[in-house]
Nanobody, 110 residues
Framework: QVQVVESGGGLVEPGGSRRLSCEAS????????MAWHRQAPGKQRELVAR?????STTYAGSVKGRFTISRNNNAVYLQMNSLKPEDTAVYYC??????WGQGTQVTVSS
């Protein structure tokens, strides 16, 4: 059974940083695309960043230059810097274009 588990969410002040982690069970995922999505209250879920198995990355325009996605085998990370209140959302890990994690809440507020 595939498990996708995120961690690292929490409350952070505007301008602060946070690092999210996600690990997918199963070594096969080292050959899969991995991504972070987010969903703010009352809004649709949106792609934040994606990284292919070869390391190519894609970012949403709203986070480019502030967020960095990286991976290590079947784990993926999202380093978030210069956080803004509008980054507040539940962040989801998405693996192999198929499996979702349970989500981790990030709240940016003073």
């Amino acid at each position: 059974q595939v498990q996708v588990v995120e961690s690292g969410g929490g409350l952070v002040e505007p301008g602060g940083s946070r690092r999210l982690s996600c690990e997918a069970s199963g070594s096969i995922f080292r050959f899969s695309d991995m991504a972070w999505h987010r969903q703010a209250p009352g809004k649709q879920r949106e792609l934040v960043a994606r990284i292919t198995y070869s390391g190519s990355t894609t970012y949403a325009g709203s986070v480019k230059g502030r967020f960095t996605i990286s991976r290590n085998n079947n784990a993926v990370y999202l380093q978030m810097n210069s956080l803004k209140p509008e980054d507040t959302a539940v962040y989801y890990c998405y693996v192999a274009n198929r499996y979702w994690g349970q989500g981790t809440q990030v709240t940016v507020s003073s």
